[in-house]
Antibody, heavy 115, light 110 residues
């Protein structure tokens, strides 16, 4: 079964850091670009970041550029999102998503930025 | 970053047809079309159609995507109660080198 499982979310104070992980299974991980998409409470979807199968072609939304870093470890079938200088507006459910087709989504991990 | 424009809500009766729209520009929808995703309450989004207007395996033929110029559309025929959900369009924006979502349309099936 193709599956993505996010972890690492939690409650963090403004200005602090957090690292999200996404464990992939059921497919050849390094064949696919991967993305992070977030959804603030009661709001729509926002693309956060993505990178190619060999970690090329990295992109970020303007709202997180310079603060977030996406990476992957193909040997571990894992995708990561290092988030620094967190702001209250980063509070959201963060989804890990497969491919530029956005065809497989995890259940998400909740990040809450609050003092 | 520029987003795509979707009507906030659409209401249609059971068994009727709904057409959802997604307006962009030549740098996004007009470049290579838009994908469509469905999100039911409390669930992650589900891909309904690829940017080339094809459907993933298992998606009902009642969902029919199309694309003309800078506007993408999703037509849903024979509306069912389970079609009540939020629908998002998604496109690659060449001017911002970023993926952009529409704001989403909440489809109410009456």
């Amino acid at each position: 079964e193709v599956q993505l499982v996010e972890s690492g979310g939690g409650l963090v104070q403004p200005g602090r850091s957090l690292r999200l992980s996404c464990a992939a299974s059921g497919f050849t991980f390094d064949n696919h670009p991967m993305h992070w998409v977030r959804q603030a409470p009661g709001k729509g979807l926002e693309w956060v970041s993505g990178l190619g199968g060999n970690s090329c072609c990295i992109g970020y939304a303007d709202s997180v550029k310079g603060r977030f870093t996406v990476s992957r470890d193909n040997a571990k079938n894992s995708l990561y999102l290092q988030m620094t200088s967190l702001r209250p507006e980063d509070t959201a459910l963060y989804y890990c998503v497969r491919d530029d087709a956005f065809d497989i989504w995890g259940q998400g991990t909740v990040v809450t930025v609050s003092s | 970053q520029a987003g795509l424009t979707q009507p906030p809500s659409v209401s249609k009766d059971l068994r009727q047809t709904a057409t959802l729209t997604c307006a962009g520009n030549t740098n996004n929808v007009g470049f290579r079309g838009a994908a469509w995703l469905q999100q039911r309450q409390g669930h992650p989004p589900k891909l309904l159609s690829y940017r080339d207007n094809s459907r993933p395996s298992g998606v009902s033929e009642r969902f029919s995507p199309s694309w003309s110029g800078n506007t993408a559309s999703l037509t849903i025929t024979g509306l069912q109660p389970e079609d009540e959900a939020d629908y998002y369009c998604l496109a690659w924006d060449t001017s911002h080198s970023a993926w952009v979502f529409g704001g989403g349309t909440k489809l109410n099936v009456l």
